[in-house]
């Protein structure tokens, strides 16, 4: 299968202006190759005549492609073989062929021109044919391909492939060479390709040395991102800055660091601001860390920095110790504030953290990792549950539609009674779309806490409508597991205008959500401000933003909990180098009044003429995370961009006095991020 007279193309070449024949040498088999489930249906669909497009423009546009026999392996869809059987006027027969010792699949054959000379076609969803638990390894591809490729022989033959090893494969090889992915890829190239990644893999399992996986459901389990801790070097030189050793070039033994890569070909694209000169594994210059030979006692899961000395000594520092503690039993206190996942310096994050809110005890600690790393995603914790939910998010590999959970509760177990973990969890039941850049919110009432998730990015320049929620009972007994068997999303009315990267927040008293702002497309942001009426399942347009629709920024809003607030908001708004003052300044926004937006006034305590309204507490800050506490009347502005530059720092601002309070700085600065506080 793997033959010079075998060629691959990715099928998203198919409808552009550059697909067209590059072949040099006759062919015998053309391979198209999908990456989405989608599109490898969408090939099923008026076959006949796409197929005849296809051979023409790449293979042979003066003989006839009068299709002969297809063949169609597609797991349990049965929609494909009903189309194809209706659309070639023919039967359908099953033929059982041997993939693996153990494992037989049915073959349907239509045959739709009984002279038998005419062309193959074959639909093949080889992501479903694996006989592995949960992915299709490289050596299994090869092995299934050329099983299936017996059926047609030598015969002139077109096949649509679902593969997502073989699509990454394909991505890659164009990339590596700065390759036009229109053109092809021929059998030998994609084999010896496919060989050395299976090397590469075994390899990292002999010496521990993991690096990037082609298959998409392994990637984030083994990246170096997850597989080792940040480490930094710190020169003698600028002592006060730390620079990250970058993980891709250390332990990536084909590829190294794309991004650098990538910028040394193309000079209009930022490389990689990390650093490449240091090895993660030991600080020393001069190798990386999988030629290292020096004796690296350290753990690969702990975060150091590395400190250099003026003669070039390297001097380690933990980054894991009183820097950033670990957590312990009965170690979560109310209320604390938590930061979950984000995104850091072109890294998408699955590590969070935690500041209790006490005055006596005011240092970030370490909650456990999230299973998948997220950014750009959405999170939230009903009220007294002791429950968090961090759903969807930008993953490693794409928007992601999964929900993980945390019970809380059981930080404060030494022996949980279930037998189960202090750690995040995966729930069964899935977001409706994979998607992030939206927003989430609880709302607890009647002793039912009650979850949404609003909006968001889906793919391409397309903004998610959709709301839904989760709902469960207030319970001794319903904690995780119970939450795992039982809790369902549910739609609700979808929001009027599609946006992302949006904010949402409920009013005070429960009865209804709002969302503020966004971004309908790629360039366009709204001013829009919608409101959800809970009980009815309806939402109203409500109001705009007070700022200019064209250079309206993005905001972050919370319930305003200070005193004689009236089921009102506050809103902090993104800032850059071009923002204005005014722009700069808090809002506080109350619905079904005369005046609906109005400048936040800092109480006078000398008892002064002169007014004073709230700003922000720092110039220039962009894509931070906003949350508040009912209990402590106190809204927290904490990660995000300032000056262009990653921050760990965050704000308290008292909704009493309307005062700012830096807080203790986190651990890892990181924008996209999620918070909370839970009370």
Not at 8 to 13: L, M
Not at 272 to 286: F, S, V, Y
Not at 453 to 471: D, F, H, I, P, R
Request: aromatic content about 6%.
């Amino acid at each position: 299968m793997f033959d010079s007279d075998c060629v691959f193309i990715p099928s998203e070449v198919l409808h552009s202006k550059n697909a067209s024949s590059d072949l040099s040498s006759p062919i015998t088999k053309l391979i198209v190759c999908h990456k989405s489930q989608k599109s490898f249906e969408r090939s099923t669909r008026r076959a006949s005549r796409s197929i005849k497009q296809i051979w023409s423009s790449y293979v042979d546009a003066k003989n006839d492609s009068t299709v002969s026999d297809v063949y169609l392996l597609c797991g349990s869809n049965t929609n494909a073989k009903d189309r194809l059987t209706k659309e070639f006027e023919s039967t359908a027969a099953c033929i059982p062929v041997e993939i693996s010792e153990n494992k037989v699949v049915n073959v349907v054959k239509i045959n739709a021109d009984s002279r038998g000379d005419g062309l193959n076609v074959m639909f093949v969803d080889l992501d479903s044919l694996s006989t592995l638990e949960h992915a299709t390894s490289v050596s299994e591809i090869q092995s299934l391909m050329d099983e299936i490729v017996t059926l047609v022989k030598d015969k002139h033959t077109l096949m649509h492939v679902k593969s997502d090893v073989i699509s990454h494969s394909i991505a890659s090889i164009h990339s590596d060479n700065n390759r036009d992915n229109s053109k092809h890829i021929d059998g030998q190239e994609l084999k010896s390709f496919l060989t050395v990644q299976e090397q590469a893999i075994i390899k990292s399992h002999l010496t521990g040395d993991l690096i990037r996986r082609l298959n998409k459901k392994n990637v984030a389990k083994n990246c170096p991102l997850t597989n080792h801790a940040a480490r930094f070097i710190q020169s003698s030189i600028n002592a006060g800055e730390r620079k990250e050793i970058c993980r891709f070039y250390n332990y990536d033994v084909e590829r190294g660091c794309l991004r650098s890569m990538k910028a040394q070909r193309n000079k209009k694209l930022k490389g990689c601001d990390m650093d490449h000169e240091h090895c993660h594994r030991c600080g020393w210059q001069g190798h990386r860390a999988f030629e290292c030979t020096n004796d690296a006692t350290t753990d690969a899961n702990k975060s150091l920095l590395f400190q250099e000395s003026e003669d070039g000594e390297i001097t380690l520092v933990s980054l894991d110790g009183d820097e950033f503690k670990p957590t312990e039993p009965r170690d979560i206190p109310v209320p604390s504030l938590l930061v979950l996942g984000g995104r850091c310096r072109g890294r998408t994050l699955n590590s969070c953290e935690f500041l209790p809110l006490s005055p006596s005890d005011r240092s970030w600690r370490a909650l456990p990792n999230l299973q998948e790393h997220r950014g750009s995603h959405a999170a939230c914790s009903p009220k007294g549950s002791g429950i968090v939910f961090v759903m969807g998010g930008g993953g490693v590999d794409g928007n992601l539609d999964t929900v993980e959970l945390l019970d809380l509760k059981k930080s404060h177990q030494n022996s949980p009674s279930d037998g189960t973990e202090f750690k995040w969890s995966i729930m069964s039941d899935r977001l409706s779309s994979a998607r992030h850049a939206f927003g989430a919110v609880s709302v607890t009432k009647d002793n039912t806490h009650t979850s949404y998730a609003v909006g968001g990015w889906m793919y391409g320049t397309k903004s998610c409508e959709s709301m839904e929620k989760l709902s469960f009972k207030s319970s001794q007994h319903c904690r995780e597991l119970e939450l795992q068997r039982i809790a369902r999303w549910e739609k609700c009315n979808p929001i009027l205008t599609p946006r992302r990267l949006h904010s949402v927040a409920a009013n005070v008293d429960g009865s209804s959500i709002f969302v503020f702002g966004g971004y309908i497309d790629e360039r366009q942001v709204t001013s829009s401000i919608e409101s959800y009426n809970i009980e009815t399942d309806c939402w109203s347009a409500t109001d705009k933003l007070p700022y200019p629709e064209k250079s309206c920024p993005l905001v972050q809003a919370v319930p305003d909990w200070s005193p004689g607030a009236k089921s009102s908001f506050l809103i902090f708004p993104y800032s850059e180098n071009n923002t204005n003052e005014t722009m700069r300044e808090v809002l506080r926004y109350t619905p079904n009044s005369l005046e609906k937006f109005e400048p936040v006034v800092v109480p006078n305590v000398d008892k002064t003429s002169s007014v004073e309204h709230l700003q922000m507490p720092i110039k220039n800050w962009h894509s931070f995370s906003a949350t508040v506490s009912q209990s402590l009347q106190s809204a927290y502005v904490v990660g995000g961009l300032i000056d262009s530059k990653w921050t760990g720092r965050g704000f308290s601002l008292d909704l009493n006095t309307m005062k700012w309070q830096e807080l203790p700085e986190m651990s890892l600065p990181r924008r996209r991020l999620t918070s909370l506080v839970i009370e």
